[in-house]
């Protein structure tokens, strides 16, 4: 991206749009991408022949797309045959395979040829689950399709609405008698078949044996018998199914192999298994207990005929179809994958299904179960089409679902909706007409409550029935593909690590994706990823600034890993400098103390000291980008650097007046100030963040002022004279900010947290100097068990109960000046510790080194992952009350310079209002190093506590208390 715009001329969303397109693959839309790249290079002097090729490397560098990839187990089906294999088992057994893939730009699915399986390596992988049942484990990169494109796994959250199929069509001629369909599915839903020489039915309903029976008497050798169960309160049914053959040795009876009468030759001859038990057998059925039940492979392939009276034989059995309060037809099993089998051979005929776990009582204890329901209006309509009538004993059933689908209204299901995000979609067709929202409800008819704005909290999305209508009205393409794609948008409910596992991938023809597990994902290809590996390896090894920056770059939107990049990058010996107004790009850039043309100054040599510190004689920084700030658009920023183009900004009102009033905000302010962004233009005005903060609003009539002159063709005459002598626009417009008592560092971090997401020009702790605690750098450095005391703040405290039900967990990270490190809280400690931890401030710890194994596999060390260290939390107290209680002196070191009078009397008030036990020396820092130590007399004891700390910083703008920790 960064290279379509410095070399191409693009913005930040055309360089977006460029990227999306490498992604997608698609030969136009590259053809297309490539005339702009190599356009937009000849403005900026690149020769042709230059922009071709390096349009062709940005070809080439998205072509391998990383280790976006999915785990062995992973199922597909072939889009032909119905065959359903797994990735793995299609890597080692290589095959024409057609998989169903997705057009984008209808919305269809489509059978697309596999081209290549390839494993990618031991990868650290994710399992995301969705409300209708579905998993998939994958690595955090890999994309899954959401309304706005692909969006990675590690991206999305839990609520967010993903692509799975409404239909996998499949057009399979292959068929089955009717009475080996009927056999099999009476033994999947209401059978046993652990017995080693019979099979049994069980059921209550007389047709439905009836049914089973006239099936299985069909095979070779085979009778079945029917009693009814001893024992059973209600009527139950049991079919035996044997040969019928009675085997058993009765008393006096010759032995079967002493026996020389015809009739025992006649006895030796019949087969020792009934063909019904055979057949069941080579199906792979037989001595399957209920919980292990699966439908076998063979059934994927059948024609949708077979497979529509397969599934109405199943819901026979153990289906619920309706009754007078409840219409949503379900299956119901023991078996997980039985579930997910009969979810698929659904999705099969056109209907969406969600499976859903449950628990019931069985011989006196809970036992875990499944249920497979239908989802949606349309699927209600084919299941009455295509499985009911297969549906034997349910006439009473079937009606009442058929008198409920006619008598009540279609297409108002919560269930199948299209996600609220296509609402911007809507709000583009209608800004394109020029019509008000109240124009498209009068005239579509269609209630627009809901589409302007964000709409409401709880909408997840609109019905198909309602975008289909828009589509008609706008005449829209776009929502028309939306309304009557083969896309159900299923919802994330948990992402969840998974360890390490082998990974594969598929590449897939045309349309670069396909359908894995019941979901849309992409493929990725990856060719030359170990040239990259290496190619990256050797940038971070000989250009680490440089390497450390581009990372940050890329991941500016993801402030965990800014942040552990940071931290990463101050242990090297790498500067990172605040965002700066005049200096600042969209991206995070490297900066350099002597300019890269001197030609005194060789660069070099590269990488590291001895002391693991990077070197380089040119001394690279960091800028941060305002990219990264929050709060801070795309529009804003292309505002902010059209107006830098005619000189630097000399102030905040010069800043305003220069920037198009329609692109910023006050947010913008307030991220800008709060960042630091400004510092460089404030502080040789003597102007503190919080006197910039307050004048904002001034700041904001200025700009407004000077966008409408300019808009009328008006010149600011105080700011020609500024232009011309050089001076200031707020001196020569007589501007003023407004005062206001400076922030203590405590707010001024908070502020820069807030717009940055971290902590960047100090930390909370630096108030407290050194507390005789280790980093969580140095926590690596001692032995697993070892006790430790560290202090920081409290990054993400959660909660969570224990899958047994006793009690509950804690999580969270703790920050400090190097870095983060997980800590856990154990049950019997969370209620103690809760408050403390919830508290929003600085907290001293407590705890036992452990180390998280969950992701290293002892089979594969090499590309194992490192175990990582974390804390088992043992006690923790605010740092406020740690330092009251350990504090046991306390020096002042003051610049002898700010020891005036005033400000002398001013911290004696200061001291006898925070009065305590803790002798007070104050010592002021003369010239060429000379110190002065004058201890205070027994007055001036004070407590140590943070409103004295914040009290002292705002008398001397620094920190200058020392404390000595017991």
């Known amino acids: 991206m960064q290279i379509a715009q410095l070399l191409a001329g693009y913005s930040l969303g055309g360089a977006d749009l460029l990227r999306r397109a490498m992604g997608k693959k698609k030969p136009e839309e590259m053809a297309k991408q490539k005339s702009i790249f190599v356009e937009g290079s000849l403005k900026n002097n690149v020769k042709e022949e230059d922009a071709v090729r390096i349009f062709e490397l940005l070809e080439f560098f998205a072509g391998y797309g990383f280790n976006k990839c999915v785990v062995g187990s992973t199922t597909v089906v072939d889009a032909h045959t119905g065959e359903r294999t797994t990735v793995k088992e299609l890597f080692h057994a290589r095959r024409a395979f057609t998989v169903h893939a997705l057009d984008e730009s209808t919305g269809k699915l489509r059978p697309r040829a596999v081209t290549d399986v390839m494993w990618n390596g031991r990868k650290r992988v994710f399992a995301l689950k969705t409300a209708q049942g579905k998993t998939i484990v994958a690595t955090a990169n890999h994309p899954l399709y959401t309304l706005d494109g692909w969006k990675n796994l590690g991206d999305l959250e839990v609520g967010d609405r993903i692509a799975a199929p409404r239909r996998l069509a499949v057009h399979s001629e292959v068929r089955w008698p009717e009475h080996e369909l009927v056999t099999l599915a009476g033994l999947l839903s209401e059978g046993n078949t652990c017995h080693p020489t019979c099979l049994y039915f069980y059921n209550n309903t007389p047709a439905l044996v009836d049914d089973f029976v006239a099936a299985v008497t069909q095979f070779p050798a085979t009778v079945a018998r029917v009693r009814e169960r001893e024992g059973v309160r209600a009527a139950r049914l049991e079919v035996c199914v044997s040969t019928g053959a009675d085997r058993r040795f009765h008393k006096g009876q010759v ?48 024609c949708d005929d077979d497979v529509a009276l397969f599934l109405g034989r199943l819901s026979s059995g153990d289906g619920f179809i309706a009754n007078e309060t409840n219409h949503v037809p379900f299956y119901a099993t023991s078996s997980e994958q039985l579930a997910v089998d009969v979810q698929a051979l659904l999705l099969r005929l056109g209907i969406v299904a969600g499976v859903h776990r449950k628990t019931f009582r069985y011989r006196g204890a809970e036992r875990p179960g499944f249920t497979v329901h239908v989802v949606g209006d349309g699927s209600l309509e084919t299941f009455l089409e295509r499985i009911a009538p297969h549906c034997v004993g349910r006439d009473a059933a079937i009606a009442e679902l058929a008198r409920y689908v006619a008598s009540t209204e279609r297409g108002r299901t919560s269930k199948d909706t299209i996600p609220a995000d296509v609402r911007a979609w809507v709000d583009e067709e209608r800004r394109a007409r020029g019509l008000t929202w109240t124009q498209v409800e009068a005239q579509s008819g269609v209630c627009v409550k809901e589409l302007y704005g964000n709409g409401s909290a709880n909408k997840s999305g609109f019905r198909r029935s309602t975008i289909a209508r828009l589509a008609a009205f706008f005449g829209s393409a776009r929502l028309t593909a939306a309304a009557e794609s083969d896309i159900f948008w299923d919802r994330v409910v948990a992402i969840e690590p998974r360890g390490i596992e082998d990974t594969f991938d598929l590449t897939v023809d045309v349309d670069h994706n396909f359908v894995a597990d019941g979901l849309v994902v992409h493929n990725s290809h990856s ?82 000291t001895g002391a693991g510190k990077v070197r380089d004689r040119l001394g690279p920084r960091i800028r941060f980008g305002l990219g990264a700030v929050r709060g801070i658009g795309e529009a804003a920023i292309l505002a902010i650097l059209e107006a830098r183009q005619s000189g630097p900004f000399r102030d905040m009102f010069d800043f305003a007046a220069r920037v198009d009033a329609k692109r910023i905000n006050k947010g913008v302010f307030e991220a800008l100030v709060c960042s630091g962004a400004l510092d460089t233009i404030l502080q040789p005005l003597s102007v503190s963040r919080s006197s910039a903060s307050a004048s904002i609003e001034l700041a904001l009539e200025r700009s407004k002022a000077a966008t409408k002159d300019r808009a009328a063709g008006q010149a600011d005459m105080f700011g020609l004279f500024a232009a011309a002598s050089g001076k200031g626009a707020a001196a020569a417009s007589g501007d003023k900010y407004v005062e206001a008592a400076s922030w203590d560092s405590r707010e001024l971090l908070a502020f820069e947290k807030k717009a940055l997401g971290f902590y960047l020009s100090g930390h909370p702790l630096d108030r407290y100097g050194r507390l005789a605690v280790i980093s969580t750098a140095d926590v690596a450095d001692h032995e697993e068990r070892a006790k430790v005391k560290l202090a920081g703040m409290v990054e993400g405290y959660r909660e969570r109960p224990m899958k047994t039900g006793n009690g509950k967990m804690a999580f969270f990270e703790l920050e400090d000046r190097m870095g983060r490190i997980e800590v856990k809280v154990r049950p019997q400690q969370v209620e103690s510790f809760a408050a403390v931890l919830s508290a929003g401030e600085p907290v001293v710890l407590k705890g036992m080194i452990a180390y998280d194994r969950r992701n290293q596999d002892e089979a594969d060390e090499e590309n194992a992952a490192e175990p990582t260290p974390q804390i088992l939390l043992d006690e923790a107290q605010l740092l406020s009350e740690f330092i009251r209680t350990e504090t046991r002196a306390i020096t002042l070191r003051i610049a002898h310079e700010r020891a005036r009078k005033e400000q002398l009397l001013r911290l004696a008030e200061l001291l006898r209002t925070c009065r305590g036990g803790c002798p007070v020396t104050l010592t002021l820092m003369l010239d060429e190093g000379a110190e002065v130590q004058l201890a205070l007399g027994p007055e001036f004891r004070v407590e140590a506590s943070d409103p004295m700390l914040a009290g002292l910083e705002r008398l001397f703008g620094d920190r200058v208390a020392e404390l000595r920790i017991a």
């Open 527 to 608: 060719a030359a990823y170990g040239l990259i590996t290496y190619q990256t390896a050797y940038l971070k090894a000989h250009f680490p600034v440089e390497f450390m920056c581009a990372s940050m770059s890329a991941d500016k939107e993801k402030i965990d890993k800014v942040v552990r990049l940071i931290a990463e990058g101050r242990a090297m010996g790498v500067t990172i400098l605040s965002p700066d107004i005049n200096e600042s790009g969209i991206d995070f850039s490297v900066v350099y103390a002597t300019p890269d043309g001197d030609p005194k100054i060789t660069r070099g040599p590269f990488g590291y």
């Open 255 to 302: 032995p079967w192999n002493a026996r020389v009468a015809a009739g025992a030759e006649e006895y030796a001859s019949a087969p020792p298994r009934s063909g019904a038990f055979e057949w069941a057998a080579t199906l792979g059925v037989v001595g399957v207990k209920a919980i292990d039940k699966r439908v076998p492979p063979a059934v994927f392939t059948l």
